[in-house]
């Protein structure tokens, strides 16, 4: 079967770094999404990967590793409006979004 | 301004009856998809759409419904056969079949 793993919530510090992962098994991969999700609001783009790799973003950067079918999402210089959900999804060889159930993210100041 | 317009966001019906939730999108998109979101849980796909006139079951979709007539629109029906409809729904869109996926506002659904 397919899945996707996170880890279920994280905690970190206001003006921290903080590394949210990902792993996957999926029958293919055409590609890897960072959605961040805030409670009762609608999923937001944040990355997408293909290549191995980190792609930087401003305080946000996502690296992949096919090989290894892992991936993680950086945040730096955390800030409150940070807190949210954060969502990874494979694009498997059928071309559909597999999702993983998201890593809640909690600022502390 | 280009987006997926979601309504209403909260709505509450009665055991036993059906629902429709409507979603519009003005991006011009090919493939529409619908999300149940339940509490704690990630995104579970119950129909999408490549084009006018076809959709696809996707891994949850007893007891709903779609119709895809229009580009633009892509309207759920909450049937009364779905055990458990209470949860938080989600509509999006993408350029292609798959591609980066922008999402509606969402509704909530209370079936008391």
């Known amino acids: 079967g397919q899945n996707i793993d996170q880890p279920t919530e994280m905690t970190a510090t206001e003006g921290a770094i903080v590394q949210i992962n990902c792993t996957y098994q999926?029958?293919?991969?055409?590609?890897l999404f960072w959605y961040q999700q805030h409670a009762g609001e609608a999923p937001t783009f944040l990355s997408y990967?293909?290549l191995d790799g980190l792609e930087e973003k401003g305080r946000f950067s996502s690296f992949l590793s096919r090989s290894k079918g892992y991936s993680y999402l950086l945040l730096k210089e955390l800030q409150m409006k940070d807190s949210a959900s954060y969502l990874c999804a494979v694009v498997d060889s059928n071309y559909q979004l597999i999702w993983g159930a998201g890593t809640k993210l909690i600022i502390k100041p | 301004d280009g987006g997926i317009t979601q309504s209403p966001k909260y709505l509450f019906r009665k055991e036993g009856q059906n629902v429709t939730l409507s979603c519009e999108q003005n991006?011009?998109?090919?493939?529409m998809y619908w999300y149940r979101q339940d509490p704690g849980q990630g995104l579970r796909l119950i129909y999408y759409?490549?084009?006018?006139?076809?959709?696809q079951k996707g891994d949850i979709a007893e007891g709903y419904s779609v119709s895809r007539e229009k580009k633009e629109s892509f309207p759920l029906t909450v049937t009364s056969a779905q055990k458990n409809p209470t949860a938080f729904y989600l509509c999006a869109s993408s350029g292609e079949a798959h591609n980066e996926q922008f999402f509606g506002p969402g509704t909530r659904l209370t079936v008391l």
């Open positions: 991006l011009n998109h090919d493939a």
């Open positions: 990967n293909v």
């Open positions: 999926t029958s293919g991969f055409n590609g």
């Open positions: 759409s490549q084009i006018v006139n076809d959709f």
